[in-house]
């Protein structure tokens, strides 16, 4: 009789072993790939956060809070008041509770644009410099903006160079105009002053106008025009000067002489508004700098026309030049003062204000840059309502 087949189920162990080691092998592979995906992440993290980190523009992160959410080192040294990440962009930046009028961030998150504006510093490594900025739209996986990129460029050497090219052109035109002027006005105002001249010699000689009363009436009268047609002589002189391209390196200069230049181009003007310009300088200690003449005289014409603008009518504006020894101090400043008691204020640059509303104006973001070209410092005094001193200390000149 045949001996009948086992048909019972029986367990293959020796096969089950083999699969759990399989299925072990292939974890142990996943988890691998994981861990070289996770450091491949976390390698390319470090090397997206340095080249952030390292980009000379300033970058930060808004979100639709206006809170600021990211910022890079540069974005951090531009404003040094404190942290940045956590706070919100107007106090950050423009040191505002509320937030800025027509706020270009909004508008990004609001149009989905990308706007650009210009500013200045007004504190820290990047004080005085102009910085130009750009909010950009970043849209979530709902193609919703939930993110604003804010992008910030020092363009001060832009600046100065466009500038540079601008006064290039600006003193080819001068040049051009105060050529035509002295050629057309020059003769007549010779006429002018030599006929005056020899008038009032002759008033001294005739007999009739010695002993009468209306002599002395034409004696004053022929005495103006003579001196107002030199005074007009003078003028398109220091017209002519000021054209005049200057050197491109650096010679010593007469800081008094370059003043004068200046505000004999503006003095008719101040007359004009009611307002006085009083020089005082030290004839014995004349004050020797080294610099540029043209970037001096486009920084005491900017300065100066400050002056003016914010001077009421009968006001005065001054100008106190001293020599120190090693240094050559000038302040301007509206109000009848030789500086010392302005100094005594409190010494800051005007603080920046957000793009729109007005601020510091870029002539005096380039003032400032002209200052630290001629290794000098400039500073601001307010005073009152309306009081303001610029206090320029310059190197004396080594003779």
């Not at 956060?49 to 808004?62: F, K, R, S, Y």
């Not at 050497?157 to 080819?172: G, S």
């Not at 973001?365 to 410092?377: A, E, F, K, P, R």
């Amino acid at each position: 009789m045949a001996k009948e087949e086992d048909t019972s189920p029986s367990l293959d162990f020796k096969g089950l072993g083999y699969s759990k080691v399989g299925h072990f092998k292939q974890v142990r592979s996943k988890i691998k790939e994981l861990e070289d995906l996770s450091s491949e992440l976390a390698h390319r993290h470090s090397e997206v956060e340095a080249i952030i980190n390292n980009m000379t523009d300033g970058l930060t992160i808004l979100d639709g809070s206006l809170d600021i959410v990211f910022v890079n080192k540069v974005q951090q040294k531009m404003f040094p008041r404190g942290m940045l990440v956590g706070a919100k962009c107007h106090r950050a930046f423009y040191n505002k509770k509320d937030v800025c009028k027509e706020c270009p961030a909004l508008l990004t998150i609001k149009k989905g644009e990308t706007l650009r504006g210009e500013m200045v510093v007004g504190e820290g490594e990047f004080a005085g410099r102009c910085i130009e900025w750009a909010t950009s739209p970043v849209r979530g996986l709902s193609d919703k903006i939930d993110r604003v990129i804010l992008l910030m460029r020092d363009i001060t050497e832009r600046k100065e160079y466009e500038f540079n090219l601008m006064r290039a052109d600006r003193m080819a035109a001068i040049g051009l105009l105060a050529a035509g002027i002295a050629h057309e006005i020059n003769n007549p105002l010779t006429s002018i002053a030599g006929f005056s001249e020899g008038l009032l010699k002759r008033l001294n000689t005739l007999p009739e106008f010695k002993d009468s009363r209306f002599s002395s009436y034409f004696k004053d009268y022929l005495q103006i025009i003579n001196d107002e047609a030199y005074r007009c002589r003078d003028i398109i002189q220091s017209l002519i000067r000021f054209s005049h391209k200057s050197k491109d390196h650096e010679e010593v200069l007469d800081v008094n002489q370059v003043i004068g230049d200046i505000t004999a181009l503006i003095r008719q003007h101040a007359k004009d508004n009611g307002i006085k310009i009083d020089v005082r300088g030290e004839e014995e200690k004349p004050g020797l700098i080294v610099g540029n003449e043209s970037e001096l005289k486009h920084l005491f014409l900017n300065l100066l026309s400050n002056a003016l603008e914010i001077t009421e009518d009968t006001g005065m504006v001054t100008v106190c030049t001293k020599n120190l020894g090693n240094q050559v101090s000038v302040v301007i400043s509206n109000a009848d003062t030789n500086g010392e008691e302005m100094r005594a204020g409190t010494l800051q640059p005007p603080p920046p204000t957000p793009p729109g509303i007005g601020g510091t104006p870029l002539s005096l973001s380039i003032c400032y840059s002209i200052m630290q070209h001629h290794n000098g410092d400039i500073q601001v005094v307010t005073t009152g309502q309306k009081g303001m001193a610029f206090i320029l200390r310059f190197p004396a000149a080594n003779q």
